[in-house]
């Protein structure tokens, strides 16, 4: 990151430190709390794209910094099972961020939104205030249409 200051947007981190100090921070309090959360029921471990959950399940499905990122190492296909089990299982799903790992838009994303769109599913492109990547700021909400 240090090599490529142009590729990033320091607004909410303030620099590459603040981002490792920031993430140290999170990792920490994961720790502290996972005991207690996989006792409660609050950890399980899953794996796109088949998920142990039954049919509408959940209220809302969040799929961060995974499918779309890592576009070069994962089909279309994978993506499009992964994102068609998060709807099975959530009402509401939103990813986020929509670039891959060398900041360009993800060549999935376009077709998976087509074909989603044609089984009913209703496809918005929201901006967000956070944005770690340059131009990474948009996050695709897919919801059923009623």
């Known amino acids: ?28 309090l994961f720790c502290a709390d996972y005991e207690a959360g996989k006792a409660e029921s609050r950890y399980e471990l899953g794996e796109l794209p088949d998920l142990k959950y039954g049919n509408g399940e959940f209220d809302l499905g969040l799929c961060s910094h ?24 959530c009402q509401e799903v939103r990813i986020f961020p929509l670039l891959t790992l060398m900041l360009k838009p993800s060549q999935h994303l376009g077709p998976i939104i087509k074909k989603l769109q044609a089984q009913g599913y209703q496809c918005e492109i929201v901006t967000v205030p956070y944005e770690l990547q340059r131009g990474g700021n948009e996050m695709l909400r897919i919801t059923t249409v009623r």
């Open 1 to 28: 990151m240090k090599n490529t200051p142009d590729d990033w947007v320091w607004t909410y981190h303030g620099s590459p430190d603040g981002l490792r100090e920031n993430r140290k921070r999170a990792i920490e």
């Open 66 to 89: 995974f499918l779309f990122l890592y576009s070069d190492h994962f089909s279309e296909q994978f993506h499009f099972n992964s994102v068609c089990e998060m709807l099975r299982v």
